[in-house]
């Protein structure tokens, strides 16, 4: 609105100065609020029109609902949805001080991809690179329960039902994964033990997958996923009564409940002693995994000194030596420290021989000779292993494939390099021999 001046005439005399200042300060304090009074409107309408973006159960009934002449505007609004929803779930994740934005993202990006649109794969793949790329927090338990619930009542009600399989189907099971793979994380270090009702009700949700097993037996990346959710979903519901299941058997489905409350950030906040008696044992080949990661993530393992450099053949040699008993291993425990090393092999080929080396076969020729009478230890490699690690291995070389920018790693994961192979098996031979 344009500032109009008021010209004042002095046709009466001479105006005393503190008349005139009382003008001015009466003009000014007009001029505040018409200023005040457009600023409020325009936080208004920012108000409504986030109101209006916002994703809720009742827009998701609605569109499902539409007719084909009303959808087109609704798509549009779907649009306008999802391109907010990726600008707040990007800058959540540079900004880590957004817990509490970042999961509600998660939450409604759950509840628009159920919007049978053209953009619920975007939906998807949205959901899907905002769970990789977000950082780990404690507050995010009750959405991973609250997305967990959702995915199987999705893949046991909806899904299952179409005739093939489809890309939405494949990105709802890699979501799926993905979430099952953060509670897995959470389990581990002991944060979800408070979180009983929660467990009661995926214990209820997770009953019933293996029917789904049996529906995508055609595919097998596809039963990797529904197995690798229904191992982990095992753990995570071990600890709850059956006596509190058995009481609490009728509840509604996943899409009726309202993502659950957000518990305030120093929620989770417990002294060290109690996070040591709770936090779960650490299986030998995750733990030489993650300390293989931390050193290439800190070190470049191109010029160490001497010590550094033992430090890291040693670390490696521990790797190696897991394979040994990698089919006694929690399958599952052996699927993340597979990811850990593909995700450092990337970068690094020492790591990536170091995957070559945990799948491939010993020989006789590789032992040293005081020990070539007990071949009937050695590591018989893939050929030994159960399916699920077989289709993990592949899937990982596959992405590091992907992944990589120096093409001496993708030449290596094509062909194989044996020569560096043979100089880590003979600095093992000759530590076995000085002890």
């Keep these: 609105m344009p500032v109009q001046k008021i010209p004042y005439a002095h046709r009466f005399g001479i105006v005393s100065t503190s008349y005139k200042e009382k003008i001015a300060k009466d003009i000014q ?6 200023s005040d009074r457009s600023s409020s409107a325009y936080s208004i309408d920012q108000g409504k029109k986030n109101l209006i973006l916002e994703v809720t159960e009742e827009f998701v009934r609605d569109y499902n609902r539409a007719s084909p002449t009303e959808k087109p505007k609704l798509n549009d609004l779907i649009y306008r949805m999802l391109q907010r929803l990726k600008r707040k779930s990007s800058q959540c994740q540079v900004h880590s001080n957004r817990p509490i934005q970042l999961q509600m993202a998660w939450a409604e990006l759950c509840l628009l991809s159920q919007c049978k649109s053209s953009y619920q794969e975007e939906c998807l793949t949205t959901l899907y690179r905002a769970l990789i790329y977000s950082p780990l927090s404690a507050n995010q338990i009750p959405t991973l329960f609250f997305l967990s619930e959702t995915i199987l009542y999705w893949l046991k009600n909806d899904a299952i039902l179409e005739p093939f399989l489809t890309s939405t189907e494949l990105k709802l099971l890699k979501i799926g994964q993905i979430v099952f793979q953060l509670l897995y994380f959470h389990y581990l270090e002991g944060s979800t033990g408070p979180y009983e009702e929660f467990k009661v009700r995926l214990h209820t949700y997770l009953e019933g997958l293996e029917e789904c ?13 529904i197995h690798y959710i229904e191992s982990i979903g095992s753990v995570l519901v071990a600890s709850v009564d059956k006596h509190v299941l058995n009481s609490r058997r009728s509840i509604s489905s996943a899409n009726s409940q309202p993502p659950p409350p957000i518990p305030p950030e120093d929620f989770h906040e417990i002294n060290k002693s109690d996070l040591s008696a709770i936090v779960q044992e650490l299986s030998p080949i995750i733990w030489h995994s993650v300390d293989a990661w931390l050193f290439v993530k800190k070190y470049s393992t191109t010029n160490l000194s001497e010590i550094m450099n033992h430090y890291f053949n040693e670390t490696i040699l521990s790797l190696i030596a897991c394979r040994h008993k990698l089919i006694d291993e929690n399958w599952i ?3 993340m420290a597979f990811q850990i ?7 690094n080929i020492d790591m990536l021989e170091t995957i070559q080396l945990l799948a491939q076969p010993e020989s006789t020729a590789q032992l040293p000779l005081h020990k070539r009478a007990d071949a009937h230890l050695l590591s018989r490699g893939w050929r030994s292993w159960p399916w699920q690690l077989i289709i993990l291995l592949c899937e990982c070389l596959t992405s590091i494939c992907i992944g990589t920018t120096q093409a001496v790693i993708k030449r290596t994961v094509l062909f194989g390099v044996e020569t560096s192979s043979d100089n880590i098996l003979a600095f093992a031979n000759d530590s076995q021999l000085l002890v």
Excluded: F, G, H
């Design 333 to 335: 425990d052996v699927v």
């Design 29 to 34: 304090q007009r001029l505040q609020q018409e």
């Design 341 to 347: 090393l593909a995700d450092v092999a990337k970068t």
């Design 213 to 225: 097993e049996s529906a995508y037996s055609s595919y097998p990346n596809a039963v990797w996923c």
